[in-house]
């Protein structure tokens, strides 16, 4: 790979997923240089990046058996550990934005959580969040280090929206539960353009990637029948989810408030910072 003088070049992790996909292009056309890291990158591929983007993980939105837990710790904390024993050693990488989530804040917490007030959770998601965060800060002091903590990704393009939709688009809108959780989103264009300006402005420790203005379940699902123009709503037990996803459907019946007073205050401005 030919390397342009004055370019910073971003190695990605992740980059044929959802996001990766979208911020690989983006950071494209915004005059970066993209390097996509695969699970079998090596030290050589690590030497030629400036700043590394580590968004490699397994799904959660499965079933969670005994061992795919494992996997999906084992998965993020296998490439994180690859990629903080380079920098330990060669000390060239200047930033390393590794991904997270909003899970890692407990879902009993009722009051707002953001980058300097919070209460973290105890349970399966929040404890992956752990110690994925723990393994990147390692190399604090040696290389700048920011936690994405990312909120529900949202577009038309792909990602969780259309799966969410498509009950919609046959005429019936679905509410989880009550529909009193809430869902911390971003949409995905303000995602990508907040990347850029962590990068841009040196923004490091922890950022919550989320939308000034969390929604209710209901409200979201409102939206969505509204959009689609449904003719009915109807509610989907706790429970049933329960039944069919076990463990996992802690990820759709529980629900987090965040809000990233951080970006806010460093002078980024959101697109869209309501759903409808």
Same mark, same amino acid.
């Given at each position: ?63 969670? $058996? ?88 949202? $577009? ?121």
């Amino acid at each position: 790979m030919e390397v342009i003088p004055n370019k910073q070049v971003l190695g990605i992790t992740g980059a044929s997923g959802f996001i990766g996909k979208h911020l690989s292009e983006y950071l494209l056309n915004q005059g970066f240089i993209v390097l996509p890291l695969n699970r079998n990158f090596t030290s050589n591929d690590l030497k030629k990046c400036d700043i590394i983007i580590n968004l490699a993980g397994a799904s959660i939105n499965k079933r969670w $058996s005994k061992s795919y837990k494992k996997e999906i710790l084992n998965s993020r904390l296998d490439i994180t550990r690859k990629i903080t024993s380079y920098i330990k050693e060669h000390k060239n990488i200047s930033l390393l934005i590794n991904a997270s989530a909003v899970g890692i804040y407990s879902s009993e917490n009722k009051g707002r959580n953001d980058e300097y007030k919070y209460v973290y959770g105890n349970d399966f998601l929040a404890n992956v969040c752990k110690e994925w965060e723990n393994e990147a800060l390692s190399i604090n002091g040696i290389t700048s280090v920011t936690i994405i903590r990312l909120g529900l990704v949202l $577009s038309d393009k792909g990602g969780a929206l259309p799966k969410m939709s498509l009950p919609a688009k046959f005429g019936v809108a679905t509410v989880i539960g009550k529909g009193d959780q809430i869902i911390s989103w971003i949409k995905l264009d303000d995602l990508l353009r907040a990347i850029k300006h962590i990068i841009e402005n040196n923004l490091t420790g922890v950022v919550n990637m989320c939308s000034p203005n969390p929604i209710k379940n209901k409200n979201l699902t409102k939206e969505i029948a509204k959009k689609y123009n449904s003719l009915i709503t109807i509610r989907i037990p706790s429970f049933f989810i329960k039944i069919i996803m076990g463990e996992a459907s802690a990820v759709i019946v529980k629900g987090q408030y965040v809000i990233s007073k951080k970006l806010i205050d460093s002078g980024f401005t959101f697109i869209s910072p309501f759903f409808y």
